[in-house]
């Protein structure tokens, strides 16, 4: 039975498993869903602690920069979010592990209008959200 992570728990989770190396966010390039060989070893770490963490489900988000139409920033989150489950599971994080939503350009972290800031908000951001 899966039993919520009650959202006072998430951060305490989800901090843990950060302090033990887990990289909640890995970034894209501009209008990109592919990820780089760099973003690659970050999600190979995220694997082995999720493996050894079976009791846990994620929720991989995917997020875009603010540029394009709401319609082209949603599908373009969604497949960042996916790329991102596939090359876990690749990994063998169980698929039914790890669900995905994309909130486009919906949920920024930086809302300057700079490259920099762009950057920031090109990313798949993972957490923890349910307990089995």
């Given at each position: 039975m899966n039993e919520p992570v009650l959202p006072s728990d998430w951060a305490s989770v989800n901090d843990n498993l950060v302090g033990r190396g887990f990289t909640p966010d890995v970034y894209?390039?501009?209008?990109?869903?592919h990820l780089s060989d760099e973003?690659?070893?970050?999600l190979a770490r995220n694997a082995e602690l999720l493996k050894s963490n079976p009791q846990f489900t994620i929720t991989i988000e995917g997020h875009t920069d603010s540029r394009g139409t709401d319609e082209e920033?949603?599908?373009?989150?969604?497949?960042?979010?996916?790329?991102?489950?596939?090359?876990?599971?690749?990994?063998?994080?169980?698929?039914?592990?790890?669900r995905t939503i994309s909130y486009g350009a919906e949920r920024p972290v930086c809302?300057?209008?700079?490259?920099?800031?762009?950057?920031?908000?090109r990313r798949a951001h993972m957490l923890?959200?349910?307990?089995?």
């Open positions: 894209f390039d501009s209008g990109e869903d973003m690659l070893n970050k920033n949603l599908a373009l989150g969604e497949r960042r979010a996916v790329a991102t489950r596939d090359y876990l599971n690749s990994l063998g994080v169980a698929g039914d592990r790890i809302t300057e209008e700079t490259e920099d800031c762009w950057a920031q908000n923890v959200t349910q307990r089995t």
